[in-house]
T-cell receptor, first 112, second 116 residues
Framework: KQEVTQIPAALSVPEGENLVLNCSFT??????LQWFRQDPGKGLTSLLL?????REQTSGRLNASLDKSSGRSTLYIAASQPGDSATYLC???????????FGKGTKLTVNP | EAQVTQNPRYLITVTGKKLTVTCSQN?????MSWYRQDPGLGLRQIYY???????DKGDVPEGYKVSRKEKRNFPLILESPSPNQTSLYFC???????????????FGDGTRLSIL
């Protein structure tokens, strides 16, 4: 059974800092990996999706990478801003199924 | 506007009283799914549907039913709700191509259920 882990559970950084959020999964037979953002009281917003055949995706200040052999994905946020404060979740699609398995998220606070 | 719409947004009800949470998407997505989100447990998938009349269990299906009679709608049914089903529920949808080729998931704003 696929398990997805995100460490740390919470992270606080000063504005302008570059940071990396980590996501690890137990089963390398993963079809794709998505990163989401969740603001308090809101639904999830998809940030980046990396298909199984890809190694990374970029959108603006965000870059996500996927290393299936090591069971890891990272979300890099450049020049962080207070507006980046939110909970970030990663989710993987289990190989051989269409189930989506989520990590518990990293709560990011960017201090002005 | 592309969106996933859930109703109701909030509901307080009592044990054993059947309820339905509706979910509708206007993007012609094949894949639809229900999740519950609980503190300390994160998001867990309840049921998902690959297309009309095709549904399958997620990780926590007990106590829930779903149906997919139309492509745009995917209601979540609690036949006999219990307090342990008090949670925040999300519906999501996405395009789905060949095996595993998901496109980004679109989420609704959530339904907060309280079962007394």
């Amino acid at each position: 059974k696929q398990e997805v882990t995100q460490i740390p559970a919470a992270l606080s950084v000063p504005e302008g800092e570059n940071l990396v959020l980590n996501c690890s999964f137990t089963d390398s037979a993963i079809y794709n990996l998505q990163w989401f953002r969740q603001d308090p009281g809101k639904g999830l917003t998809s940030l980046l999706l990396i298909q199984s055949s890809q190694r990374e995706q970029t959108s603006g200040r965000l870059n996500a990478s996927l290393d299936k052999s090591s069971g890891r994905s990272t979300l890099y946020i450049a020049a962080s801003q207070p507006g980046d404060s939110a909970t970030y979740l990663c989710a993987g699609v289990q190989g051989g199924s269409e189930k989506l398995v989520f990590g518990k998220g990293t709560k990011l606070t960017v201090n002005p | 506007e592309a969106q996933v719409t859930q109703n109701p947004r909030y509901l307080i009800t009592v044990t054993g009283k059947k309820l339905t949470v509706t979910c509708s998407q206007n993007m012609n997505h094949e894949y639809m799914s229900w999740y519950r989100q609980d503190p300390g447990l994160g998001l867990r998938q309840i049921y998902y549907s690959m297309n009309v009349e095709v549904t399958d269990k997620g990780d926590v299906p007990e106590g829930y039913k779903v149906s997919r009679k139309e492509k745009r709608n995917f209601p979540l049914i609690l036949e006999s709700p219990s307090p342990n089903q008090t949670s925040l529920y999300f519906c999501a949808s996405s395009l789905y191509g060949v095996e595993g080729a998901f496109q980004p998931q679109h989420f609704g704003d959530g339904t907060r259920l309280s079962i007394l």
